[in-house]
């Protein structure tokens, strides 16, 4: 078969022939078949882990303290709250293998405002997402301390 010049709506100087286009195409199909089966980079966004409360001790959190946790407000967006303290409150109250100590979380948020009591969303980058209900117990001016309780 010989080789035909292409449409000459194409702007190829000198014009493109048939059989270069087809080669041309060929190797366009055989990296995309091959670029679409490398695992993606970069722009993924891996799975976030979210942590169960029953599964949580205060050992989960005292290697924590001072580190900040992105609390999310639906009143005021996104906030970071320091995990200033981990109380642990008194013995293991329940029977079986998931009973375990009473503990509480306290979280500083300067500059805040208030915020009223409700189940939050915090973030930590070791921990991955914690939904807690978290109670205002303290406001300094702009400052605010919320605690949550495990029983």
Do not use: K, W
Request: glycine share 14%; hydrophobic share 40%; with cysteine.
């Amino acid at each position: 078969m010989p080789d035909i010049p292409l449409a000459t709506s194409l702007a190829c100087d000198p014009p493109l022939q048939r059989r270069a286009f087809l080669n041309l195409l060929g190797g366009t199909g055989l990296a995309g078949a091959v670029l679409s089966r490398l695992p993606a980079q970069g722009g993924t966004v891996p799975e976030e882990r979210s942590l169960r409360l029953d599964a949580v001790t205060p050992g989960t959190f005292h290697g924590l303290v001072g580190s900040g946790f992105r609390l999310e407000s639906p009143e005021r967006g996104a906030l970071t709250a320091t995990l200033m303290e981990v109380r642990e409150l008194g013995r293991p109250g329940g029977a079986g293998p998931s009973s375990r100590a009473p503990f509480g979380l306290t979280f500083h948020l300067p500059g805040s405002g208030f915020l009223p009591q409700q189940t939050y969303a915090l973030r930590h980058p070791e921990l991955g997402r914690l939904d807690l209900f978290l109670v205002p117990v303290r406001q300094q001016g702009n400052d605010l301390t919320l605690e949550a309780i495990f029983g």
